[in-house]
């Protein structure tokens, strides 16, 4: 499979060289013990397959299963550590579950957060929580107790910079700050008390 795993392998790789590396390995490796190969104690309709890879990796699956155009790959945000579920039909080869929004255009991936890191996060966020006044005082670069959209979308951006020390809980407040800002007119603010109580 030369394609894939290249004699002797590159110093560096572009997001297209993986892209058609991990398409190789899906299409010769993946596919056929998800949805064909026969003599294995589960039945192809019963099995389940765990892919764990750096980002760029899943990024490029997640790409290929939701049909992301080329110039939106770069935006598929792949947490660290954050299991992410695709179900799908065996004779079509096609994820089955339904299309939610996400910043690529749409993903029929789930993501799966424990219910104790859900717990984590309700608890943080909730009113008086201290990741929803620290997000708040960190977004709020003008310090006049209100946030714009545009402020909203910075803190948005300055959050997934640094992608090493990303938390579970990073992977929702990110979710959770993107929402914020779409429900936002382009020239309404929020303050404090309003944005506890969205979150």
């Not at 993946?30 to 192809?44: H, Q, Y």
């Not at 179900?87 to 339904?98: A, D, M, Y």
């Not at 909203?152 to 929402?179: F, N, P, W, Y």
């Given at each position: 499979?030369?394609?894939?795993?290249?004699p002797p392998a590159p110093?560096?790789?572009?997001?297209?060289?993986?892209?058609?590396?991990?398409?190789?390995?899906?299409?010769d490796t993946i596919a056929?013990?998800?949805?064909?190969?026969?003599?294995?104690?589960?039945?192809?309709?019963?099995?389940?397959?765990?892919?764990v890879a750096h980002a760029?990796?899943?990024?490029?699956?997640?790409?290929?299963?939701?049909?992301?155009?080329?110039?939106?790959?770069?935006?598929?945000?792949?947490?660290?550590?954050?299991?992410?579920?695709?179900?799908?039909?065996?004779?079509?080869?096609?994820?089955?579950?339904?299309?939610?929004?996400?910043?690529?255009?749409?993903?029929?991936?789930?993501?799966?957060?424990?219910?104790?890191?859900?717990?984590?996060?309700?608890?943080?966020?909730?009113?008086?929580?201290?990741?929803?006044?620290?997000?708040?005082?960190?977004?709020?670069?003008?310090?006049?107790?209100?946030?714009?959209?545009?402020?909203?979308?910075?803190?948005?951006?300055?959050?997934?910079?640094?992608?090493?020390?990303?938390?579970?809980?990073?992977?929702?407040?990110?979710?959770?700050?993107?929402?914020?800002?779409?429900?936002?007119?382009?020239?309404?603010?929020?303050?404090?008390?309003?944005?506890?109580?969205?979150?």
């Amino acid at each position: 499979h030369e394609y894939y795993l290249p004699p002797p392998a590159p110093l560096t790789e572009s997001l297209a060289d993986c892209q058609t590396r991990v398409m190789g390995c899906f299409e010769d490796t993946i596919a056929p013990a998800l949805f064909d190969e026969e003599g294995l104690p589960v039945p192809p309709d019963d099995r389940t397959i765990i892919v764990v890879a750096h980002a760029n990796t899943i990024r490029s699956l997640i790409a290929y299963f939701d049909e992301v155009p080329e110039d939106q790959v770069s935006q598929i945000y792949v947490p660290n550590s954050v299991p992410i579920l695709y179900r799908f039909e065996r004779t079509t080869r096609k994820p089955v579950s339904t299309k939610l929004q996400s910043s690529h255009g749409g993903s029929h991936a789930r993501w799966m957060i424990s219910s104790e890191n859900h717990q984590i996060v309700r608890d943080a966020v909730s009113t008086g929580g201290m990741l929803t006044r620290a997000l708040f005082d960190a977004m709020d670069v003008t310090q006049d107790r209100a946030l714009c959209r545009a402020e909203i979308e910075a803190g948005v951006r300055e959050l997934m910079k640094d992608s090493e020390h990303e938390t579970q809980s990073d992977c929702v407040v990110i979710g959770l700050a993107k929402k914020l800002a779409r429900e936002l007119g382009e020239d309404e603010t929020i303050t404090l008390q309003e944005f506890e109580r969205r979150t």
